[in-house]
T-cell receptor
Framework: GQSLEQPSEVTAVEGAIVQINCTYQ??????LSWYQQHDGGAPTFLSY????GLEETGRFSSFLSRSDSYGYLLLQELQMKDSASYFC????????????FGTGTRLTVIP | ETGVTQTPRHLVMGMTNKKSLKCEQH?????MYWYKQSAKKPLELMFV???????ENNSVPSRFSPECPNSSHLFLHLHTLQPEDSALYLC?????????????FGEGSRLTVL
């Protein structure tokens, strides 16, 4: 089976840094993705980790540790528009994008 | 604009109705997906089509019937649904075998079953 655990809610102050963790137990693993979804909107791709370590894309970074079955999304210099739900997702096998998603973390950025 | 368009955006239907959800992608991708999003639950993968052939069906009840007439269009036919089927149905596309974990989602069809 597939299981991905994330905190359900996180609140942070504008300008601060926040980390959203994801632990997974899956029958196959090839990589970990992160998606952002605003209320009423489509999930949009943020980043992907196929190898251990940190991937940086502007204010967002994502980290993977295969040995710990763990990853996180780091958001820096938080802005009000970053208030959204964030999902981690596992690619179960090479070359496949039939992703399995976590339950999502609701991030609220406050002034 | 994600390049994936879903219609209708909202649908209310009775348990005895038959309706269809439509998805169209303008990205030149060769794989398309249906996901179900319910409150407090992970996105659930329902169906995967690659090169217009169904490659995955995650034990979805037969009251949901997918159709993929070509690589740009995907339908989800609905009949005799239950109230617990009320959810947001998301369509996505990707370039199969590219890996990289990147799906392109539409904004979804919000379904309410009375």
């Amino acid at each position: 089976g597939q299981s991905l655990e994330q905190p359900s809610e996180v609140t942070a102050v504008e300008g601060a840094i926040v980390q959203i963790n994801c632990t997974y137990q899956t029958s196959g693993f090839y990589g970990l993705s992160w998606y952002q979804q605003h209320d009423g909107g489509a999930p949009t791709f943020l980043s992907y980790n196929g190898l251990d370590g940190l991937e940086e894309t502007g204010r967002f970074s994502s980290f993977l540790s295969r040995s710990d079955s763990y990853g996180y999304l780091l958001l820096q210099e938080l802005q009000m528009k970053d208030s959204a739900s964030y999902f981690c997702a596992v690619s179960p096998r090479v070359g496949a994008n039939n992703l399995f998603f976590g339950t999502g973390t609701r991030l609220t950025v406050i002034p | 604009e994600t390049g994936v368009t879903q219609t209708p955006r909202h649908l209310v239907m009775g348990m005895t109705n038959k309706k269809s959800l439509k998805c169209e992608q303008h990205l030149g991708h060769n794989a398309m997906y249906w996901y179900k999003q319910s409150a407090k639950k992970p996105l659930e993968l329902m169906f995967v089509y690659s090169l217009e052939e169904r490659v995955e069906n995650n034990s979805v009840p037969s009251r949901f019937s997918p159709e993929c007439p070509n690589s740009s269009h995907l339908f989800l036919h609905l009949h005799t649904l239950q109230p617990e089927d009320s959810a947001l149905y998301l369509c996505a596309s990707s370039q199969e075998a590219s890996g990289g974990g990147e799906l392109f989602f539409g904004e979804g069809s919000r379904l309410t079953v009375l």
